[in-house]
Nanobody
Framework: QVQLVESGGGLAQAGGSLRLSCAASGGAFVNYVVGWFRQAPGKEREFVARISWSGNIYYAGSLRGRFFISRDNGKSTVYLQMNSLKPEDTAVYYC????????????????WGQGTQVTVSS
């Protein structure tokens, strides 16, 4: 039922920052767990971070300390702040949501956005 739209992607240089947004509509946003995933060409979709309705946060170990997830329930929006970007971060970034408890597996999320491209140059 919920619809998700990602924005904020683009081109950045290594060491730079980008802030992605995931705007939700059509559902009880405060009751949804929201996750960020990314997929590079030729690679499997991988988990980035997730935040629960209660604010519980979990990051992929390799990204902890560089990426930060947050949510603004008043704006029905989840953010992904990406700092110290590396070329390896280049991928399409997706946000996903589910009203049930979810973790790091993509198949745990029922609702997905269309994705936003992030490209990091060396």
């Amino acid at each position: 039922q919920v619809q998700l739209v990602e924005s904020g992607g683009g081109l950045a240089q290594a060491g730079g920052s980008l802030r992605l947004s995931c705007a939700a509509s059509g559902g009880a946003f405060v009751n949804y767990v929201v996750g960020w995933f990314r997929q590079a060409p030729g690679k499997e979709r991988e988990f980035v971070a997730r935040i629960s309705w209660s604010g519980n946060i979990y990051y992929a170990g390799s990204l902890r300390g560089r990426f930060f997830i947050s949510r603004d329930n008043g704006k029905s929006t989840v953010y992904l702040q990406m700092n110290s970007l590396k070329p390896e971060d280049t991928a399409v970034y997706y946000c996903a949501a589910d009203p049930r408890y979810t973790g790091t597996r993509a198949d745990q999320y029922d609702y997905w956005g269309q994705g936003t491209q992030v490209t990091v140059s060396s």
